[in-house]
């Protein structure tokens, strides 16, 4: 039985194997009395050892209840350079109690990519898409950036360079780094509109250095509406750019976009900021299948989306810390945000009726009223002049 310290060891190892491993981690596994790791991880290992050697099975989810079983015993875990960069080591260790595991990593693969290509770590955008989409690299696709993607397979990185060509983006520069910092390490390039390798090796990264005529997605809020599918009910750029600026996003935030229609507005929130969270709640079924098309394609799968009536699904989810009801607001609706704490509010109306409701409510609950007329320039007749959209309200407040 292991001592009162640590039971768990978890062991980055790279492409070197037991040559690139440092004394303590030698000795963890030396003295183990079971090594878990995948095939290729254990392969590395030298022949001889009195530990039980365990296959990791697939999918990984279910290793950890056969790891949870040797608690008390002392256990390696092997996974791949820095478990905790992009790796499998805080899938486990949210299981666990601190002073339950001690780790000893390796370098990483994104760390020696970036190493071989001479690029400052702190100025790239790292991307593990083992098991994300490729969309999930839309918002970074910009000339001048600079994307390090750990990949699953070779399969993957061909549908990498075909998605890019797809975006407008098939100049890009790929250098595909296979198996670094091992013997059957190789670094090659190419544009993506060009890669037809059938060889490439796991483990795999690319470098993309984006090119080409693709379309650059802002990072300004207020993004033009054609960035999103929808059928007419779409809460329109200038009128999203002051919706956004009154939310006032912040890191870790979650947002409840009520009536989400072609989830615009949730997906411009979590476009702010990486760490944003969002449910859209929506009636009408075509609408939420629109709304996730949209998501999907912008690379943003942390969109959750509701279908039914909101008042009935508020309670059934986490609190928010902003809420945005782009129409269709009612004294219930209103009635029951008012019961969650620490709250922010923005909500819309074009309609007499829901105008006069805010109005009733900026007097009761205070907060900021604010009607955004807008006009565009249209043609008349052989000149131009202003064609007036409907005024909107705008109710801001906090609770």
């Known amino acids: 039985m292991a001592d009162s310290g640590p039971w768990l060891t978890i062991v980055g190892i790279g492409e070197d194997g037991w040559d690139g491993l440092t004394a303590p981690a030698r000795a963890a596994i030396e003295a183990a009395d079971s090594v878990m790791g995948a095939p290729r991880h254990l392969s590395l290992l030298p022949k001889a050892g009195r530990a039980e050697r365990i296959v990791w099975p697939v999918p990984f989810a279910e290793g950890v209840p056969l790891l949870l079983e040797r608690r008390g015993e002392r256990v390696v875990m092997l996974a791949s350079g820095d478990p905790f960069w992009f790796g499998a080591g805080s899938v ?4 666990l109690e601190p002073g339950e595991w001690v780790a ?47 990949m699953r397979d070779g399969a993957s990185v061909t549908g990498l360079a075909a998605w ?39 483990p795999v990264a690319v470098a993309i250095e984006p090119a080409g005529a693709g379309r650059v997605l802002p990072c300004a809020s207020g993004l033009d509406d054609d960035w999103f599918a929808h059928d007419g009910q779409i809460t329109k750029r200038p009128v999203r750019a002051l919706a956004l600026s009154a939310l006032a996003p912040c890191s870790g935030e979650l947002l409840w976009d009520i009536g989400t229609g072609s989830g615009s507005v949730a997906i411009e929130w979590l476009l702010s900021d990486a760490t944003t969270r969002a449910i859209g709640f929506e009636r009408d079924p075509d609408r939420l299948a629109r709304a996730a098309d949209n998501a999907a394609r912008l690379g943003l799968t942390r969109l959750e989306l509701v279908e039914g009536d909101a008042v009935t699904e508020l309670a059934q989810r986490p609190h928010p810390d902003a809420v ?28 007499l009726e829901t105008e006069a409701l805010l109005a009733e409510c900026h007097a009761r609950y205070g907060g900021e009223l604010l009607r955004i007329e807008l006009a565009r320039a249209r043609p008349l007749g052989t000149k131009r002049g202003w064609k007036a959209s409907y005024p909107i309200v705008q109710w801001r407040v906090a609770w």
């Open 324 to 351: 945005f009801v782009g129409g269709g607001l009612s004294r219930p609706l209103v009635e029951a945000l008012r019961t969650l704490p620490h709250c922010r509010l923005v909500a819309h109306a074009v309609t």
């Open 164 to 202: 890019l060509t797809e975006q407008g983006f098939g100049d890009s520069a790929l250098t595909v780094l296979e198996a670094l910092g091992g013997p059957r390490e190789r670094v090659r390039g190419c544009t993506a509109n060009a890669l037809d390798w059938t060889d490439i090796a796991h």
């Open 92 to 95: 486990v260790t949210r299981h």
């Open 104 to 150: 000893y990593s390796a370098p990483s693969t994104l760390s020696l990519a970036a190493a071989r290509l001479g690029w400052p770590v702190e100025t790239i955008h790292s991307v593990g898409l083992h098991a994300r989409p490729v969309e999930t690299l839309r918002p970074l696709l910009a000339p001048g950036q600079r994307i390090l993607a750990l």
